[in-house]
């Protein structure tokens, strides 16, 4: 008796680490699988600096602190020009060398577009914040503007980006929905604005509209393009208008078209001015884009379905703001990633 009830005493004494370790080893692969779900879900992105650069200061790449914006004489004597990569009916873009960082070098093309340029430079200055490419310096006198350089290019090369080998693995409903998210709260922000409501009005087709945001190395969008950002005022019943000639197709806002039928020659100074809602009437189109067409896009859009219904209200004050869509497409972001999170789990 006595000496089986050693024998136990000491297989019991084996066992209980053994299992312990198991138990603990399970654990283990269980919460690095939970972390990794939660990169897979979730796009990264950096968190917000906190400690933003004051105006007239900038910081970009591994910059550690903030540099006042660089001057006429410095973008002449510390700025190397290196290749064309763009051009526009305001400026043409250069790819460009600056302290060992890539920045795009703008200048003006022509005189007489001086006022879009200036335009364009004003909202630079006043708008910087995480949804707006950051402005290194200016030279009004030469008609420069150097900004920060994303390789990538415009939002309007995501399909080519996307089907590169090596970023198939954010070619995901999840980082592109994350995108939409992004394209949505910089609408948001330039309608509630430093500056007032703003209307991103170089945006009278898709590609047009793609060419004015950049994508960022880390998949983020910015707004690049702000020389056409005219103020909206409900109170003084300021409205705009976006151009001086007549528009046409589905993708502008019906109040954007001529009404007065194609037996009326179009007229500039009979048009119906608006407001921001013509942003709103966009969304769906661009986020349509967006989404593009990997699994689980279709799933997307059913679930956007009623807000960019509202959004394509024929009648501009039955849209919804940019707010109300942005708090939706958050919602849908965060629902759609519990639900997939949580039935993976479940089969773990």
Not at 307 to 321: G, L, N, V, Y
Request: glycine share 6%; net charge negative.
């Amino acid at each position: 008796m006595g000496q089986q009830h050693g024998s136990r005493k000491g297989l019991t004494h084996r066992e209980v680490p053994r299992g312990v370790g198991l138990l603990l080893s399970l654990a283990l692969m269980n919460a690095v699988l939970y972390l990794c779900l939660d990169w897979f879900f979730i796009s990264p992105r950096p968190p917000e600096d906190p400690s933003r650069c004051p105006r007239g200061y900038f910081r970009m790449g591994r910059m550690k602190n903030c540099s006042r914006w660089l001057s006429c004489e410095e973008l002449r004597t510390e700025v190397r020009q290196l290749r064309r990569v763009g051009e526009g009916a305001v400026k043409r873009v250069f790819l460009s060398e600056w302290n060992e960082h890539k920045v795009a070098l703008s200048r003006l093309t022509r005189l007489e577009m001086k006022d879009d340029f200036l335009h364009g430079l004003q909202m630079l200055k006043s708008l910087q914040s995480q949804h707006v490419v950051t402005l290194v310096g200016y030279c009004e006198e030469d008609g420069t503007i150097l900004t920060e350089y994303h390789p990538l290019g415009s939002l309007s090369n995501l399909e080519e980006t996307l089907n590169l080998s090596k970023y198939q693995d954010v070619n995901t409903w999840q980082h592109r929905l994350q995108l939409a998210v992004e394209y949505v709260a910089i609408i948001n922000y330039l309608h509630q604005s430093p500056l007032g409501v703003r209307v991103m009005c170089d945006s009278n087709d898709l590609p047009k509209t793609l060419s004015q945001y950049l994508l960022t190395s880390n998949f983020s969008i910015v707004a690049n393009d702000l020389d056409a950002l005219p103020l909206v005022d409900h109170a003084s019943g300021v409205r705009v208008k976006c151009g001086h000639r007549e528009l046409h197709g589905d993708f502008v806002a019906p109040e954007q078209l001529w009404p007065y039928g194609g037996d009326t020659p179009f007229r500039d100074d009979f048009m119906p001015s608006y407001d921001e809602k013509i942003d709103i009437w966009k969304i769906p189109d661009v986020s349509s884009f967006l989404l593009g067409h990997v699994e689980g896009s279709d799933m997307v859009r059913f679930h956007l379905f009623d807000i960019h219904k509202a959004c394509k209200s024929q009648i501009p004050t039955e849209r919804p703001t940019a707010q109300d869509v942005l708090d939706t497409y958050q919602k849908v972001l965060h629902s759609l990633r519990d639900s997939v999170m949580s039935q993976t789990k479940e089969m773990l």
